[in-house]
């Protein structure tokens, strides 16, 4: 199956045995994490006056600041000087805490809304729209990490030689990133489900930055995977799904992307 393929493919970066063992310490080591993310940001918040709807964008700034600057800036000083396992370095000093920052972003705001107001179910209606939101966000998610397998998620492939292609299988035919999309989707419809203002709030933060994580990230894939991923954002939508007739030029998409390089003989996209 591809996702036993995948996880073997992280396990080789780590430098890991691969067995159920070390996929249950990864498993593990991620979620507590994850799990002390959430509980800091939430402790910064109830010992200063920071709200945690105002917590929550500030982490985001930093979060895709990393994303977009610091990671990609790492990443190549790490692929100019590797070592036996350049992933696994690169994991251990930032890829980790990277993802499980990410991930209690979208935790945090049903978090903070079970500490505000406990256990209490909103309206039937409301309630209808959580358990919708968060479904249909799961079912992204799950299919998402199918089609584009374990070891793409966690960025290994950006550290491994001739194995970086776009993906365009799956849901990814339709739009390009389905995994931010569907995290987003999960925190509001949890945020929701606990019936806190405060955790609506925060999950609405969540959604509103899909739009910049989705720039940044297609700057970085156009580092990565060049005209290839070019043309992939010609044809497929990034946070809302777009019909393949809405294609732009190359030039254009890099330029979207933030960066103004010229194409040599890529100057438009023919329409299919």
Not at 13 to 33: E, N, P, S
Not at 51 to 61: K, N, Y
Not at 218 to 247: F, N, Q
Request: charged share 15%; net charge positive; aromatic share 8%.
């Amino acid at each position: 199956m591809k996702v036993i393929d995948t996880v073997t493919e992280l396990f080789e970066a780590l430098g890991w045995r691969t067995g159920a063992a070390r996929y249950l310490r990864l498993v593990a080591l991620i979620a507590a994490t994850t799990g002390a993310c959430v509980a800091a940001a939430l402790a910064v918040a109830e010992a200063t006056s920071i709200s945690v709807v105002l917590l929550q964008a500030l982490i985001w700034v930093a979060w895709l600041f990393w994303l977009g600057v610091v990671f990609p800036r790492n990443r190549r000083r790490d692929m100019a000087s590797p070592g036996a396992y350049p992933y696994r370095r690169a994991f251990f000093r930032e890829i980790l805490l990277g993802i499980s920052v990410a991930f209690s972003q979208f935790l945090r705001p049903a978090a903070a809304g079970l500490l505000e107001g406990g256990i209490s179910l909103p309206p039937a209606s409301a309630l209808l729209i959580g358990v919708s939101l968060l479904a249909g966000g799961a079912a992204m998610i799950a299919v998402g990490v199918s089609a584009l397998g374990v070891s793409r998620t966690l960025f290994v492939h950006e550290y491994v030689l001739g194995r970086r292609e776009v993906v365009r299988a799956g849901i990814y035919r339709f739009v390009r990133h389905p995994l931010f999309i569907g995290g987003a989707l999960v925190s509001l419809g949890l945020a929701i489900c606990t019936g806190a203002a405060v955790a609506i709030e925060a999950g609405l933060v969540n959604a509103l930055a899909c739009p910049l994580y989705a720039r940044l990230e297609d700057r970085r894939c156009i580092a990565i995977l060049g005209d290839e991923y070019l043309d992939y954002s010609a044809d497929v939508g990034g946070v809302v799904p777009r019909r393949r007739s809405a294609i732009r030029p190359a030039a254009q998409l890099r330029h979207a992307a933030g960066s103004t390089e010229p194409i040599a003989g890529r100057a438009q996209v023919s329409k299919r």
